[in-house]
């Protein structure tokens, strides 16, 4: 590196993506500078995957809780203390947020406070110091996507940002707009605290990209638990009046149009990258149609010495790639051969039972041409799920029929997320379904299920019958 520089490389923004860059970077001792205009974790630690994956656990004991009469226990009535569930899941935001601020002091990484905005391909303004440097990461991140006629208040219309905080009381009724991951999370919270959710979404499916059995399965069990759902309807007013939001819904086949009043509205219609304030015009960096940021295996934009990673250069928008593309580019400037080359990405709905999945749908391998062969095994069969009170939900395993290959797995369980890193080291291994058959999971666990599910595709599977 040129010590004419700064630092050898400046990131923008230290969300997952930023904050990985930067440790990477000042452990292969490199010169390293994170530049955030707010706190350090980006949206996944402050307004994202952290304080819903605790208001997420909070709901479930309330769920818990109330399905613990089955076995015996009973308590008086429910009291929740609002102030508190929020206090307690900031507390978790805060601890972590000063993690993050520790590790950039103890890898001697530089952390500059302000918003960043280029001056040239070389040179970036932060707060109102200059600094240059040889190197510079975009990792700037994604904001909630608008939609017009429905004005964000954070209040009564709000953004995943604004239900974070829950409202005391809880609403009575609840839409949220959109049927992809953020709102079935969002809707799983507000049910399991007591408000009547309905969910609506654009497409013919919610939770697009993930397998169509999984998804119906999962949207069984959601359907159970009270949570209702639309498919092809959209909202395209919300005004508020005294007695609510009222919400002009429509069925998109039939064009049918009626309006409902609900407590709070949730819009979670997708997200898009955040380049405000950056000044990107001056470095020649391309973008796409979309406004992402494309980069090549390597994260390189098509400028060479600046690399472009997390949710700003594009899907899926999840914080573990983000992770991963931070590392890779830290590594690529360190001159190691790192490259983005996951064999496979795997998404989680953080519901009970969970939806995650690891490769390719059934679907998409019959796409490829491959002669798929499925096995499933049903968690209602589970010894181990029985005894947790969560029988909903199955294993589903893709493999090629040819060579035995694992191609995909879709989980709908409790823990299914858990579950997934097995799936996610086959797939990376490139096992087949008999090595995941043959290696020993410790009994009872719901671990045994992905076992039980590659004996299925071989229809050898012990605790059903194979047909
Ligand atoms: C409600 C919700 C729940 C989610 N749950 C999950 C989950 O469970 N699992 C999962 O994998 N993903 C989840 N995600 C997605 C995850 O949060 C993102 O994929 C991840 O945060 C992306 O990381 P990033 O580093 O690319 O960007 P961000 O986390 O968006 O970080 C970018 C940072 O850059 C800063 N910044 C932007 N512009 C500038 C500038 N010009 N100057 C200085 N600083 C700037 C921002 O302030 C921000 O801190 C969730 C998202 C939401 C909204």
């Known amino acids: 590196m040129t010590n004419s520089y700064d630092f050898d490389v400046l990131v923008i923004g230290a969300g997952p993506g930023g904050y990985h860059a930067a440790i990477r970077a000042a452990q292969l001792g490199l010169r390293a500078a994170c530049a955030e205009r707010e706190a350090v974790g980006g949206v996944c630690l402050n307004i994202g995957c952290i ?32 102030a508190k569930l ?24 530089t952390h500059l406070v302000g918003q960043a905005s280029f001056v040239d391909a070389h040179t970036v303004k932060v707060g109102d110091k200059t600094y240059t440097a040889a190197n510079v990461i975009i990792a700037t991140g994604s904001e909630p996507a608008k939609i017009r006629g429905l004005d964000v208040d954070q209040q009564q219309i709000v953004d995943s940002t604004g239900a ?100 709070r509205v949730l819009v979670a219609v997708g997200r898009r990258p955040r380049l405000d304030g950056l000044n990107l015009e001056v470095t020649g960096v391309a973008q796409n149609e979309r406004g992402f940021i494309p980069a090549d295996v390597q994260q390189r934009t098509n400028v060479p010495h600046i690399f472009a990673i997390g949710d700003v250069a594009g899907n899926p928008m999840l914080a573990h790639k983000a992770m991963k593309e931070g590392v890779v580019a830290a590594e690529v400037i360190a001159g190691k051969p790192a490259a983005q080359d996951a064999v496979a990405i795997p998404g989680v709905v953080y519901t009970s039972p969970e939806l995650a999945w690891v490769g390719l749908t059934e679907g998409e391998a019959r796409d490829k041409g491959y002669n798929v062969r499925t096995g499933v095994f049903p968690l209602s069969a589970s010894g181990r799920a029985m005894t947790l009170q969560q029988t909903d939900g199955f294993v589903k395993m893709v493999v090629d029929h040819d060579t035995d290959l694992l191609l995909g797995v879709h989980i709908v369980a409790a823990h299914g997320s858990d579950m997934l890193g097995e799936a996610s080291l086959a797939l990376e291994m490139g096992a087949t379904a008999t090595d995941v058959a043959l290696t020993i999971h410790a009994h009872p666990t719901l671990g045994e299920s992905v076992l039980e599910a590659a004996e299925a595709v071989h229809r050898q599977a012990i605790h059903i019958v194979n047909r």
């Open 51 to 82: 304080p819903t994956k605790a208001l997420l656990h909070a709901g479930e004991q309330v769920a818990a809780a109330r399905h613990a009469s089955d076995f015996g226990l009973t308590f008086g009535e429910q009291k929740l203390d609002v």
């Open 86 to 109: 929020n206090g307690w899941k900031d507390g978790i935001v805060k601890k972590l947020t000063g993690g993050v601020a520790g590790l950039f002091r103890a890898n001697k990484v």
């Open 164 to 263: 974070l905080n829950v409202p005391d009381p809880i609403p009575a009724r609840m839409l949220c707009v959109g049927g992809g991951v953020i709102s079935f999370e969002f809707s799983h919270i507000y049910n399991n605290l007591g408000s009547k959710v309905k969910i609506i979404e654009f497409l013919p499916t919610i939770i697009p990209g993930a397998d169509a059995d999984a998804v119906k399965e999962f949207g069984k069990s959601m359907k159970k638990q009270g949570i209702e759902f639309e498919t092809e309807t959209k909202a395209n007013s919300a005004v508020k009046k005294d007695d609510g939001v009222h919400v002009e819904i429509e069925n998109v086949k039939t064009g049918e149009k009626r309006t409902e009043v609900f407590d």
